[in-house]
Each structure stands twice: as C-alpha cells, then as structure tokens.
C-alpha cells in the first residue's frame, strides 16, 4: 500500500481543516488507517484510527475536535480537524496497518507527512 497525504497549510487558531490521505492497493478497505503527528523536537505521536467498518478511536487530545472518516470506493482516508490549536502544530501522517494502536512501530504503511501549522 502506498499513502500519500496532503491538505495541510496554514491556519490561525480556532480555525479548520481537512487532511486527506490517497492509497493505492487493492486491499485498503483490509486495513486500520491512521494518522499521527510528530511536533518539531518531539516523537510521533498518535491522532486517531478507523476500521474498515467505520469504527473510530481519537487520542484525548482531538477528541471532539477531530473527525477521521474512510472513504473506501476512494481508497482516502480523511482527518477533518476543528478548533485547532497552536499546539496542533506538527507533520501529520497518514497509516496504514493490520491493528489499531496508539504504538507508531505497529503501523506497516506510511505517508509522507503534510505540514499543519497554527498560528496563535
């Protein structure tokens, strides 16, 4: 499976956005899709999951803040991100794996990253 994401940007705090993540593969609707993020400094730190089935599961700090959603007719997975932060700043990645969990390691695929910055 090969992830590509993108959609990040720049935004004042308070402000949304959506992160889409493309895979190719005939067998994405098989996977957890994930995305972590990783602040300047920092280690990689996990966001949120969705199953085939549509199951979500967010870190406590997007929870209520950000919605992951699949499309898998589209092979996309998407991050719809709201009342951001300035700490929300970081590369956000998209993943793919046969498990949901918080454990990065755990994860085989990986997107690039897409920059999300906020601004206070």
């Known amino acids: 499976v090969q992830l590509q994401a993108f959609g990040g940007g720049f935004v004042q705090t308070g402000g949304s956005l959506r992160l889409s993540c493309a895979a190719s593969?005939?067998?994405?609707?098989?996977?957890?899709m994930g995305w972590f993020r990783q602040a300047p400094g920092k280690e990689r730190e996990f966001v949120s999951t969705?199953?085939?089935?549509?199951?979500?599961y967010y870190a406590d700090s997007v929870k209520g803040r950000f919605t992951i959603a699949r499309d898998n007719a589209k092979n996309t997975v998407y991050l719809q991100m709201a009342s951001l932060k300035p700490e929300d700043t970081a590369v956000y990645y998209c993943?793919?794996?046969?498990?949901?969990?918080?454990?990065?390691?755990?994860?085989?695929?990986w997107g690039q990253g897409t920059l999300v910055t906020v601004s206070s």
């Open positions: 593969g005939r067998t994405f609707s098989s996977y957890f």
């Open positions: 969705i199953n085939w089935s549509g199951n979500t």
């Open positions: 993943t793919a794996g046969t498990i949901s969990t918080e454990n990065p390691k755990a994860y085989t695929y």
